[in-house]
């Protein structure tokens, strides 16, 4: 079994949990820039941690057998900092490089003015970078919060196959499903969504454009939540192929679009027998053609 987790946080990760996580199917993570847990006071904390996701990080991801890709943005949390604001400038020396496959987490918090700003400003820079982008949905007042990100995002032009809308519920997944964008799933040990009320989503709605995450960070998470959503969609008669769309194909499909996904496996880590497997069925990501090492 192979898996993508498309969202999460391993700068706040042990070594430990990149071993776990290799065990598990993970073979490759997109790690969204997020809040560092306190306020930062500059933007040169910014470029330093940036730096770190595109540097440091990926180079530690590898070491594990596992590709790291990064999301580059002004999350909206720190998006009604003004200390925080003149990192939107900063963006565009980032979202150019290797390895960065899409602008965020940007959205709302609190669904202030200053997030509005920064929303629709860095959506724009997706746009003119050739960026998915992913949204970070408010944790409180949720579903008008992803009604509000869904009207900006019909606003900014950029077209809704180029755009998750992450941390959904049940009050919330339909209204982006009618949407058009991509749907994110934060798979939490008792917060947000766990695996089976996901899978209960799944059979209502499908597999399509569908993304399930650990979104693991420095609270109570579990970087094994993709596998445990593996187990539970096969629990609940879904096939292998069903959770390989899900846990794959779909991040492959949603991040391919950025042109820079490298899914080849780590020098030194060897094909697993789910690798070997999926190979030999002979079909291949049709997407970007700089995606590479892509088995679909």
């Known amino acids: 079994?192979?898996?993508?987790?498309?969202?999460?946080?391993?700068?706040?990760?042990?070594?430990?949990?990149?071993?776990?996580?290799?065990?598990?199917?993970?073979?490759?993570v997109v790690e969204p820039s997020f809040w560092l847990g306190q306020p930062r006071t500059n933007v040169g904390s910014f470029a330093d941690y940036f730096d770190a996701l595109i540097g440091w990080e990926r180079f530690r991801a590898a070491q594990y057998g596992i590709r790291h890709h990064a999301t580059i943005g002004l999350n909206p949390k720190e998006a009604n900092d003004p200390r925080c604001r003149e990192v939107l400038g900063l963006l565009p020396r980032y979202l150019g490089k290797d390895g960065v496959v899409a602008v965020g987490e940007t959205g709302?918090?609190?669904?202030?003015?200053?997030?509005?700003?920064?929303?629709?400003?860095?959506?724009?820079?997706?746009?003119?970078?050739?960026?998915?982008?992913?949204?970070?949905?408010?944790?409180?007042?949720?579903?008008a919060g992803t009604l509000r990100t869904l009207d900006v995002v019909r606003e900014s032009g950029l077209a809704p196959e180029r755009v998750v809308v992450d941390h959904l519920n049940e009050m919330?997944?339909?209204?982006?499903?009618?949407?058009?964008?991509?749907?994110?799933?934060?798979?939490?040990?008792?917060?947000?969504?766990?695996?089976?009320r996901f899978v209960a989503?799944?059979?209502?709605?499908?597999?399509?454009r569908m993304l399930a995450n650990s979104a693991a960070d420095w609270?109570?998470?579990?970087?094994?939540?993709t596998r445990a959503t593996a187990e539970a969609m096969l629990e609940a008669g879904f096939t292998l192929d069903d959770v390989d769309v899900v846990l794959w194909q779909n991040p492959v499909a949603f991040y391919?679009?950025?042109?820079?996904?490298?899914l080849d496996p780590v020098p030194g880590f060897e094909a697993d027998a789910a690798d070997i497997a999926f190979a030999a069925a002979g079909a291949t990501f049709e997407g970007n053609s700089v995606v590479r090492g892509v088995r679909a």
């Open 1 to 28: 079994m192979r898996i993508f987790d498309p969202h999460i946080h391993m700068t706040s990760r042990t070594t430990d949990d990149y071993t776990a996580m290799y065990d598990a199917g993970v073979r490759a």
């Open 219 to 225: 609270g109570h998470s579990d970087p094994l939540k």
């Open 108 to 143: 709302y918090d609190s669904m202030t003015a200053a997030e509005d700003e920064a929303f629709a400003a860095q959506l724009e820079l997706a746009d003119r970078f050739g960026l998915p982008a992913l949204v970070h949905t408010p944790h409180r007042d949720k579903a």
């Open 172 to 196: 919330t997944v339909r209204a982006v499903a009618e949407s058009g964008c991509w749907m994110g799933f934060s798979i939490y040990p008792d917060t947000k969504m766990d695996e089976r």
């Open 256 to 262: 391919g679009q950025s042109g820079r996904l490298n």
């Open 201 to 208: 989503i799944l059979q209502e709605y499908g597999t399509e």
